[in-house]
């Protein structure tokens, strides 16, 4: 009877959490009821009045409409049901995620409503062509990273790309990479650590789905990152943090595209007016196959002016692309 009396108000704040909102409210009758039915617990009225006076004092946001049947409901929590919704499409949304983690993240975060909210947090997001990762090993990788990270040490691991017969093949040969991480990146909804190479002292960046088990974290005190590195300047101008080498190029863009250079390189980016229906850019990128692509993605609403060895380069890419062309 004595572990009764000190569970009866743990048990009562867990009815209140997952079977009241702001729009539902037990009576006292309801929860005497609930209680003894569910956790073979008694209780009385003035016991529940004076034990969720004591929730109250704890802390937890109940609120009373008193009447014949006193009616109670817990309103105050941590997220709202817009909030938990945001986080739910972000979580169904991501590629980064698997399939199964992705279902066992939705029903954690709708456990944070009461079930009746619960139930109107079903989500309806469409990625057009969403193919969710099979790695399951991606936390334990992104908890070591971020330790590595934390304790400033390099980490050694091994890295896999696909062959044509669709076969995970470690890169070379077996060799492990040795990096010190600096920081872990989501972008363009994939996870990348962008580290420092131990031997080459030059930055770059890997898939964490593309590492192909848990790094080792080496005892080596870590590499110090470039000098002047900045890591958002960095994926603004890498390219689906493609690695390549960095150069100053010079666009001509119709106005109408201004909103996507801002996009892509922020507010800060160096801009000039170039005639009445365009303007020059000129931004200093990782130049890669994926930067010639977003450019050719405009339809000839942005231009590469210079230098002449990217113009030359993207030229060869176009008639690379198209057998044949001369």
């Keep these: 009877m004595d572990n009764d009396a000190k569970l009866r108000p743990l048990y009562l704040a867990k009815i209140l959490y997952e079977q009241t909102d702001e729009d539902h409210f037990l009576t006292t009758a309801q929860l005497i009821q609930i209680l003894e039915e569910q956790y073979g617990i008694k209780s009385h009225r003035q016991t529940i009045k004076a034990e969720i006076e004591l929730l109250r004092l704890f802390g937890l946001e109940i609120e009373e409409v008193k009447s014949t049947q006193n009616r109670y409901n817990l309103f105050g929590r941590r997220f709202d049901a817009p909030e938990l919704k945001l986080l739910i499409d972000a979580v169904e949304s991501s590629k ?11 029903e954690k975060i709708s456990s944070l409503a009461s079930n009746h909210v619960a139930s109107s947090l079903k989500r309806n997001v469409s990625c057009e062509g969403r ?16 330790e590595a990270i934390n304790t400033n040490k390099q980490i050694s691991f091994q890295y896999f790309q696909y062959n044509v017969r669709k076969e995970k093949k470690i890169k070379r040969n077996g060799e492990p990479y040795v990096i010190t991480p600096l ?7 994939c996870y990348y650590m962008v580290g420092v190479y131990e031997y080459k002292q030059r930055l770059g960046s890997f898939r964490v789905d593309r590492i192909a088990k848990c790094p080792v974290i080496l005892k080596e005190e870590g590499t110090p990152a470039p000098e002047g590195f900045d890591i958002d300047k960095y994926i603004n101008t ?48 990782a130049v890669s196959h994926v930067f010639y692509s977003w450019v050719f993605g405009f339809g000839g609403k942005v231009k590469i002016k210079g230098p002449e060895n990217v113009k030359e380069k993207y030229s060869e890419m176009l008639r690379a692309a198209v057998t044949g062309l001369e």
């Design 96 to 106: 980064f995620i698997t399939a199964s983690k992705s279902k066992e993240l939705v």
């Design 131 to 146: 193919i969710k990762p099979g790695n399951e090993r991606i936390y334990l990788i992104i908890d070591a990273i971020n």
């Design 183 to 189: 920081h872990l990146v989501w972008n363009g909804d």
């Design 238 to 285: 890498t390219f689906h943090m493609f690695n390549s080498e960095h150069e100053e190029v010079e666009l001509i863009c119709d106005n109408e595209v201004m909103d996507s250079i801002i996009d892509r390189f922020g507010e800060d980016v160096t801009t000039y007016a170039n005639d009445m229906t365009s303007f020059r850019a000129v931004v200093n990128i």
